[in-house]
């Protein structure tokens, strides 16, 4: 026995461990001998055994038990920044992590669906948007083809729905290429001051057929001779779209009221409806693509892209959309656009104030 306990002694005073920890490696690396039975042989403090590896010799060997350990100072030199007084932090910073990764993939996932359901609700918004306008104007393009028309007035009359509709298909195709541009980041404006009165009238003038076909009047009350700098064909799709949303929220034989007015370097445009107008818990939401206020949303139709467009359009100008409560009821979209003056031409439109 005291062969092998010498022997033992060699191994620990051989370098073992590395120079950095010292000369001599037996303050940081004991060995422990015992028999079979736990008869002690040789060794270190039972101190050390918390850092140790054990295992049993060969029979030739005497089958002894031999245990490697390492010193507590050994192991915080070893182990970069020491080793943890606790593992609860280590658990607790697990556990938070793992939490924070299961919260972040449910917000993933609800995204996901709710990006998929608006998706299928743009399309099918979409596929009933353009089916209407080409059934009508496939009916009465039959109904010309195949001379069914009674009189001169009937074939006017088709033909003002067959130019109406083409009219509403290419509102809505135009919406659709001004999203997708707009998602890629294409769209660009070219400002040139024009006569804003001039153009309102054009623009109401051209959207005059959709009003009657829904019972309903214009009113106008727009300032003369006001230049403003825009973009024609944009502010075109602004009032478009705004009219088109007074139209198909507002009841039958309402009155829908557009005026412009000019004060400080602004023109302010405003369209009234007489439709329910937009809660206040809405008004915040509905300039968002897809957005529908569920109230209406399946009595009114639509691509629910319309008034997401008109804002970028109007931001695009400088300009500020909002949207109030009309009196005594309905909705009241104003727009705001900088750089208005007076313009030194005349109108060549009536002063009276103008209905349709």
Same mark, same amino acid.
Request: proline content about 5%; cysteine-free; overall charge negative.
């Given at each position: 026995?005291?062969? #092998? ?16 920890? $010292? ?9 422990? %001998? ?27 060997? $005497? ?15 070893? #182990?970069? $920044?020491?080793?943890? /007084? ?21 917000? /993933?996932?609800?995204?996901?669906? !709710? ?7 743009? #399309?099918? $918004?979409?596929?009933? !948007? ?5 059934? /009508? @104007? ?9 001379? &069914? ?14 130019? /109406?509709?083409? =009219? ?46 829904? &019972?309903?009047? %214009?009113?106008?009350?727009?300032? !003369? ?12 799709? #602004? ?34 409806? =007489? ?23 399946? !009595?009114?139709?639509?691509?629910? %892209?319309?008034?997401? @467009? ?9 300009? &500020? ?36």
């Amino acid at each position: 026995m005291s062969f #092998i306990t010498g022997v033992f002694e060699r191994i620990v005073e051989s370098p073992l461990l590395p120079p950095s920890l $010292g000369t001599d490696t037996r303050d940081f690396l004991g060995i422990s %001998i015992s028999t079979a039975d736990g008869q002690h042989v040789f060794g270190f403090s039972s101190d050390w055994s918390l850092y140790a590896s054990e295992s049993v010799l060969e029979d030739e060997l $005497g089958a002894l038990r031999l245990t490697v350990a390492l010193s507590p100072a050994a192991a915080d030199r070893l #182990i970069i $920044g020491g080793l943890p /007084q606790s593992r609860l932090p280590v658990i607790a910073g697990l556990i938070v992590l793992t939490a924070a990764l299961v919260f972040v993939g449910i917000i /993933q996932l609800r995204r996901e669906y !709710e990006l998929a359901r608006l998706r299928a609700d743009f #399309i099918s $918004g979409v596929s009933h !948007e353009l089916r209407t306008p080409l059934a /009508q @104007i496939r009916m009465f393009g039959e109904t010309l083809l195949l001379g &069914r028309v009674r009189s001169d007035g009937e074939r006017q009359r088709s033909l003002a729905i067959i130019v /109406q509709e083409s =009219q509403r298909l290419t509102r809505l195709i135009e919406n659709i290429l001004h999203f997708s541009r707009a998602e890629h980041g294409a769209v660009s404006l070219s400002l040139v001051s024009v006569r804003l009165d001039v153009l309102l009238h054009d623009i109401l003038d051209g959207f005059a057929p959709l009003t009657r076909s829904k &019972r309903a009047s %214009i009113t106008r009350r727009i300032e !003369e001779e006001v230049m403003v700098p825009v973009d024609a064909g944009a502010l075109r799709q #602004i009032m478009l779209n705004l009219l088109d949303n007074a139209v198909k929220y507002g009841p039958p034989d309402q009155t829908i009221t557009v005026s412009a007015a000019h004060a400080h370097g602004m023109v302010t445009i405003a369209v009234d409806d =007489q439709g329910p107008g937009v809660d206040a818990e809405h008004a915040s939401q509905i300039w968002r693509p897809f957005y529908r206020v569920a109230a209406h949303a399946q !009595e009114a139709g639509g691509t629910g %892209i319309g008034l997401a @467009i008109v804002k970028q359009l109007v931001e695009l100008h400088q300009g &500020r959309i909002s949207v109030e409560q009309a009196e005594p009821a309905g909705a009241r979209f104003v727009v705001t656009l900088p750089g208005a003056t007076h313009a030194e031409q005349p109108n060549p439109w009536p002063k009276a104030v103008a209905s349709i």
